[in-house]
């Protein structure tokens, strides 16, 4: 996971991870505590000035934040991601939410984001959030689905869980090789409620 907000932060494996330089590229909204000179345009093309006025808003990459939070040059807000709407649907239920739109990387951005200076804290969500998850991430991954519904699963997931998916479907056919000698292995259907809140006959 990313475990820092800049490119010199990343350590051991995570510094040659494409995820997690991926991940630091993900745009937080800001606001500027003070006005910067000649930076205007750099952080945003479509700007008329060369400046940025203080209290001016931003979304700035995830890199970007410690160095200039630890200065007192800008505040971070809550991305909407992780806000009062986000939380309603987990509650309503976790495993309908779609994480890959909403933010590919949905946990290295939320522990990233611990570790800046005065940014809000969105663990609890996280936590309940992977807690809600992670049991029926499993059990899908177990299921004896066919290909196209598990590529149609993994699309609701961000990559962290994608990861655990596929390591759960890498299990299951390593077990199927055992136990059927190299034998395919007839898919079935599933009754079982989906991420998606469906049913295999459409119904909810």
Not at 116 to 121: F, H, K, N
Not at 141 to 160: D, P, Q, T
Request: with cysteine; glycine share 10%; hydrophobic share 40%.
């Amino acid at each position: 996971m990313a475990a820092g907000a800049g490119p010199g932060s990343r350590k051991g494996g995570d510094y040659y991870s494409l995820d997690a330089v991926l991940a630091e590229e993900t745009l937080i909204p800001c606001i500027f505590k003070v006005g910067s000179r000649g930076v205007g345009r750099a952080l945003d093309p479509s700007s008329g000035s060369e400046d940025v006025k203080p209290r001016a808003a931003a979304e700035l990459p995830l890199w970007m934040l410690q160095p200039l939070t630890s200065r007192e040059m800008l505040s971070v807000k809550v991305p909407r991601w992780y806000g009062e709407k986000m939380r309603r649907k987990i509650q309503a239920g976790a495993g309908v939410e779609n994480l890959r739109l909403r933010c590919p990387y949905f946990y290295n951005v939320a522990l990233a984001l611990h570790s800046i200076d005065g940014a809000p804290s969105v663990a609890d969500l996280v936590i309940s959030t992977f807690r809600s998850r992670y049991k029926e991430i499993l059990t899908k991954a177990h299921a004896n689905e066919s290909a196209k519904e598990m590529v149609r699963i993994e699309a609701l997931l961000s990559i962290e869980e994608a990861a655990l998916f596929n390591a759960g479907r890498a299990s299951v056919d390593a077990l199927n090789r055992w136990r059927f000698g190299g034998r395919a292995v007839p898919t079935r259907p599933s009754a079982k409620r989906r991420l998606d809140g469906g049913s295999v006959n459409g119904t909810r």
